[in-house]
């Protein structure tokens, strides 16, 4: 079964953590090798190659889950295989524009 990082939203206590539900939980994570971006006026970060780390946490999930959250994702984030914790797993990069989106080093949702 595939393993996928989880960053943001899709977090456990945050907005869109309810499409994980079908997800099982593994473990809390470290991913070295990134910056994490928050797009204040969209409401959610984003995760791009850099030099940082980025705090979230790892899931197994099914194929048809993959599919499910790469049309939530859409345009705006890549799937990728990384590897984090010394594991291979599968996250999002996103493809926006930095310009206007603050560094930071972990998602708060508003939610938490």
Not at 11 to 38: P, T, V, W
Not at 42 to 56: A, D, R
Not at 76 to 85: F, L
């Amino acid at each position: 079964m595939p393993k996928l990082f989880v960053y943001g939203t899709l977090m456990r206590g945050c907005s869109a953590a309810h499409r994980m539900k079908n997800a099982i939980f593994i473990q809390y994570a470290i991913c070295e090798g990134f910056d994490l971006y928050s797009f204040d006026d969209k409401g959610y970060p984003g995760m791009y190659y850099g030099t940082n780390i980025v705090l979230g946490e790892v899931y197994y999930v099914s194929e048809a889950l993959l599919s499910e959250l790469d049309n939530y994702e859409g345009d705006e984030y890549e799937r990728v295989s990384i590897i984090c914790c010394c594991n291979e797993v599968y996250t999002y990069i996103c493809k926006l524009p930095t310009d206007g989106a603050r560094k930071i080093g972990r998602w708060i949702s508003d939610k938490r």
